[in-house]
């Protein structure tokens, strides 16, 4: 029985044969090469996050405390500010209790 699908020793593989292989290697190029780019970029893209994270919260808090009719320049926004940051470190707190098994 003369198959095509049997690879015999006189010929060379096909590119079929060789396409686990290019796969393979492919994907270890790629987790390798996103590896890299996490360890050089990582710090630079977390100090990104954290910087915008903390002029959400500073927008917030200007606009809440100045829907309480607070400005910016007293120290009841001082007062108010310090208040809101101490309410998202008590939700943050249950968040994570509530997170533990």
Wanted: hydrophobic share 45%.
């Amino acid at each position: 029985m003369n198959s095509d699908l049997v690879v015999r020793s006189d010929q060379p593989p096909t590119f079929a044969a060789w396409l686990p292989g290019i796969a393979l290697a492919l994907a270890v190029v790629l987790g390798a090469w996103i590896l890299i780019y996490a360890l050089i970029n990582g710090p630079q893209m977390r100090a990104a996050a954290e910087s915008q994270t903390a002029q959400e919260v500073e927008q917030e808090n200007r606009e809440l405390c100045g829907k309480l009719g607070i400005t910016a320049e007293t120290q009841a926004f001082v007062t108010c500010t310090a208040t809101l940051v101490h309410v998202r470190q008590r939700h943050d707190e249950r968040r994570n209790r509530d997170l533990d098994f």
